[in-house]
């Protein structure tokens, strides 16, 4: 062959494997996601750590992520109004509360109508370092995410367009959003600013950040056991990185006939958008900072306890049998990355002390945008609790004191 006939040969090939490549379906999510510009994911925090190729990175500040206050203000404001459901009883904080770890200490999530959801609602706090979003992570980013709980029908079921016209025609949001962004109130800066708030609800100060940053922050000895019984049965292998998961995918149990005690009807997890057989009941793994807040576990909520997880996933994935003294002793180490925020007393606050906690935990002085007031608060809390899935509330007049709810 001469050298001609090679190069037309190669040229040959590399347009045929061009034309194959441009053939497979394309994922409109996955070409957008390609095609973005903006800031670097946030799970690459700390690459250049001493412990960036060990097994745990500490978080970085949350200062570390500059961002604009004025987004900062229009996201809180967003994420905590009910107007964004179709039935004005249904905010983003519903199911993301503060202080239920980012969660809503129920075992199947409640939308609007008392419509139950599908799948156990997983924690905001620190979502921003996770892969993608979603126990199927079917969403690349914040952004992406933050607008699909809008039209879901089982959680906020509105129609976007009318949502769009609504902030539009609303004055303050109006005020707010153009501040923030130069084309006003759109889908996509709807979104941005949902997930920046997403962003803010980072915490970085747990006794086990602490211990990552300064190895002069020690742990108790209780805590030191569990975590090297956590390393040694092999929960690290799919808990690591900077969030301790968040970066994978991986089987509910080693086996699918375990799995499948864990599949409500209908369950496929990550199978049902990829369609593999091998995707049946896998899930992304969850990040486990402010794990011990965040009961009950499992994508279906079907474990009570953070005790009872450990015992089940040792057996389930590392086929370990853990004694009292193992489980007494990961649960200790789990613990520690538990942030301070939740060590405030803020179990006890009314809203607007809630609220002007979760403010004071920004890196930034926040504006006063336009917030759920205890009122309106009071009116969807009474609308979860019909639904017998909510927290208990204390219904004082212009007091809605929050407690935790059965898991």
Not at 232 to 247: E, F, K, M, P, T
Not at 318 to 323: A, I, K, P
Not at 375 to 390: I, K, L, P, S
Request: net charge negative; glycine share 8%; proline share 5%.
């Amino acid at each position: 062959m001469t050298r001609l006939q090679f190069a037309r040969f190669t040229v040959g090939l590399l347009v045929a494997s061009s034309i194959h490549v441009f053939a497979q379906p394309i994922d409109p999510d996955y070409q957008a996601f390609l095609q973005a510009k903006g800031e670097a994911p946030w799970i690459i925090a700390n690459a250049d750590h001493p412990l960036a190729n060990s097994a745990y990175r500490p978080i970085p500040p949350l200062a570390t992520f500059p961002a604009d206050t004025a987004k900062r203000d229009l996201g809180f404001a967003l994420f905590h109004d009910t107007s964004l459901s179709s039935d004005g009883t249904v905010a983003c904080n519903t199911c993301h509360m503060g202080m239920m770890g980012g969660t809503d200490g129920m075992t199947i999530a409640r939308g609007v109508n008392g419509e139950r959801g599908s799948r156990n609602t997983p924690t905001v706090f620190n979502a921003a370092f996770n892969f993608r979003q979603f126990w199927d992570g079917r969403a690349f980013d914040l952004d992406t995410q933050s607008i699909e709980p809008i039209t879901n029908p089982v959680e906020m079921g509105h129609n976007l367009e009318v949502v769009i016209n609504n902030l539009q025609a609303d004055t303050r949001y109006t005020a707010l959003f153009e501040q923030a962004y130069s084309d006003g109130v759109t889908v996509a800066n709807l979104a941005n600013a949902l997930s920046q708030h997403t962003k803010d609800m980072t915490r970085t100060d747990s006794p086990f950040n602490d211990y990552l940053t300064d190895s002069n922050n020690q742990l108790s000895e209780q805590a030191m056991r569990g975590k090297e019984r956590f390393n040694a049965v092999g929960c690290v292998s799919c808990h690591n990185g900077i969030n301790l998961g968040g970066n994978s995918y991986q089987p509910v149990a080693s086996s699918l006939s375990t799995a499948l005690q864990y599949a409500l009807p209908g369950e496929q997890g990550l199978a049902e958008r990829t369609g593999r057989e091998q995707d049946q009941l896998v899930f992304k793994v969850p990040q486990l900072h402010n794990v011990a807040m965040t009961a009950p576990y499992y994508h279906d909520g079907s474990v009570g306890t953070l005790p009872d997880a450990i015992r089940r996933m040792a057996n389930h994935q590392s086929g370990r049998v853990l004694s009292d003294e193992d489980v007494a002793d990961i649960t200790a180490f789990l613990t520690t990355l538990n942030s301070a925020f939740f060590n405030t007393g803020m179990h006890n606050m009314n809203n607007s002390q809630l609220q002007d906690a979760m403010r004071r935990q920004m890196p930034d002085a926040m504006g006063q945008g336009h917030m759920m007031h205890d009122q309106e608060h009071m009116q969807h809390m009474r609308h979860m609790q019909n639904g017998h899935h909510a927290p208990a509330v204390n219904d004082t007049e212009n007091n809605a004191t929050h407690q935790h709810g059965a898991h």
